[in-house]
């Protein structure tokens, strides 16, 4: 095998680079995979939540208050529960599985909380969609009404014909039954048939929906239950651009944040860009250098070209590059009589008139005596004597092609 067969590379440039691109395409898509898995799924899943467009879900709500220019917004963070900022909190609450984080709440800014009244199971063919919906236990939503420290009862009485609301009279219509809370603690807004179908905390920014049929989706189906949940929207607010903030943390819709979100966040994104251009620079240097390795040669190297390099170093080490004008023209002198076949008994003198009689340089015109006279004395500098000393070159070689042609 030959030694330029060993050192070859096996791979083209291209290769290489297609190579390159997929590990760092397939990279990129197993962070972005990793990072933004939990935002990418779908989170419209059948039940009492915000996102849910089925028939116990409220973002059938949510997307009337957007058509009407309200400032809706559905939290994910945790923190949204014990925040103080400005801004209406509602509270869907569900029938199970919510105590642990009910207990741990406590009131920071205007809060609706909206209790439960039904429950149901997911449609396996649609997860969207709900089936087999029933009244949820009177037990358990008065166990929720425990969690948050509200001395208050609820019951499900037959709809009425008309209610009356700050709002004036409605005919609301709830499915079935209307659910309210009977309480001698709780400070009334809209009562019905001795109960209280909105209500309010007293001493505290927190007001209590009984029923939520006035703003799930099948409720809103009612044009008077429509009407109704924007108006008290309306009334819970304080100014027109407060927003209004559905939570979802207590459905399980928690955003988790890790590192990779991070970096590409404020105000970590402009290091984590000046880290990609960096690693995409060092990628190119790599790539532009890419081959097999250069083999060590000999610290001296061996052969007739080896030395015309070093004797040629050594004298442009020395500066006498300019001083070999005369061997030069030595040199070409007895080269050429020694091609030409002229007698060795010639004189210099000699020698220069036979070369004229030889003929001019074709390229510059000059005969060789006018090409000495430059070559006689040592050069006024490197590219002087290269100047010269091609001239000189060149008539030699014309000379020998013309002698050749001429034997032919």
């Known amino acids: 095998m030959s030694r330029e067969s060993q050192t070859e590379s096996p791979f083209s440039a291209r290769v290489v680079?297609?190579?390159?691109?997929?590990?760092?395409?397939?990279?990129?898509?197993?962070?972005?995979?990793?990072?933004?898995?939990?935002?990418?799924?779908?989170?419209?899943?059948?039940?009492?939540?915000?996102?849910?467009?089925?028939?116990?879900?409220?973002?059938g709500f949510v997307q009337l208050?957007?058509?009407?220019?309200?400032?809706?917004?559905?939290?994910?963070?945790?923190?949204?529960?014990?925040?103080?900022?400005?801004?209406l909190l509602v509270l869907t609450l569900a029938d199970r599985?919510?105590?642990?984080?009910?207990?741990?709440?406590?009131p920071g800014r205007t809060t609706l909380i909206v209790l439960p009244k039904w429950i149901g199971q997911t449609d396996p063919m649609n997860p969207k969609w709900q089936?087999?919906?029933?009244?949820?236990?009177?037990?358990?939503?008065?166990?929720?009404?425990?969690?948050?420290?509200?001395?208050?009862?609820?019951?499900?009485?037959?709809?009425?014909?008309?209610?009356?609301?700050?709002?004036?009279?409605?005919?609301?219509?709830?499915?079935k039954q209307m659910q309210v809370l009977r309480s001698e603690s709780l400070e009334p807004i809209v009562s019905v048939g001795g109960g209280y179908l909105l209500s309010k905390v007293p001493d505290q920014p927190v007001y209590i929906l009984s029923d939520p049929d006035m703003i799930n989706t099948f409720g809103l189906s009612?044009?008077?239950?429509?009407?109704?949940?924007?108006?008290?929207?309306?009334?819970?607010?304080?100014?027109?651009?407060?927003?209004?903030?559905?939570?979802?943390?207590?459905?399980?819709?928690?955003?988790?944040?890790?590192?990779?979100?991070?970096?590409?966040?404020?105000?970590?994104?402009?290091?984590?860009l000046a880290a990609l251009a960096s690693a995409l620079l060092l990628g190119w240097a790599a790539l532009v250098r890419f081959?097999?390795?250069?083999?060590?040669?000999?610290?001296?190297?061996l052969g007739k070209q080896a030395l015309a390099d070093n004797s040629a170093g050594l004298v442009s080490m020395a500066r006498r590059e300019s001083r070999m004008a005369p061997g030069y023209l030595h040199m070409i002198r007895r080269r050429v009589a020694r091609e030409?076949?002229?007698?060795?008994?010639?004189?210099?003198?000699?020698?220069?008139?036979?070369?004229?009689?030889?003929?001019?340089?074709?390229?510059t015109g000059k005969r060789f005596s006018e090409m000495e006279d430059g070559l006689r004395a040592p050069a006024a500098n490197r590219e002087d004597l290269m100047n010269k000393a091609r001239d000189l070159y060149r008539w030699r070689k014309g000379i020998i092609g013309r002698s050749v042609n001429e034997r032919k």
């Open 17 to 59: 680079g297609i190579l390159l691109a997929v590990a760092i395409l397939s990279f990129g898509g197993i962070m972005v995979l990793a990072s933004w898995s939990p935002e990418l799924r779908d989170k419209n899943r059948a039940g009492d939540h915000p996102f849910s467009t089925s028939a116990l879900g409220y973002n």
């Open 65 to 87: 208050l957007e058509a009407q220019n309200y400032p809706v917004e559905i939290s994910r963070s945790e923190r949204t529960l014990t925040e103080t900022d400005w801004g």
């Open 97 to 106: 599985g919510m105590s642990e984080d009910l207990q741990t709440y406590e």
């Open 131 to 175: 089936r087999n919906v029933k009244f949820a236990r009177m037990a358990s939503v008065n166990d929720l009404l425990s969690d948050l420290s509200i001395d208050a009862e609820v019951d499900r009485i037959d709809v009425p014909w008309e209610t009356e609301t700050p709002f004036g009279k409605m005919a609301l219509k709830p499915d």
């Open 222 to 272: 009612n044009i008077a239950n429509a009407r109704f949940a924007v108006q008290m929207v309306d009334y819970l607010r304080y100014e027109y651009d407060e927003p209004i903030i559905f939570d979802a943390t207590l459905h399980g819709f928690v955003r988790s944040e890790n590192l990779m979100q991070m970096v590409f966040d404020i105000p970590f994104i402009g290091a984590t």
């Open 291 to 301: 081959g097999p390795p250069a083999r060590e040669g000999r610290a001296i190297a």
């Open 340 to 363: 030409i076949g002229a007698p060795k008994t010639l004189t210099e003198a000699q020698l220069t008139a036979l070369f004229d009689r030889l003929g001019p340089d074709e390229k």
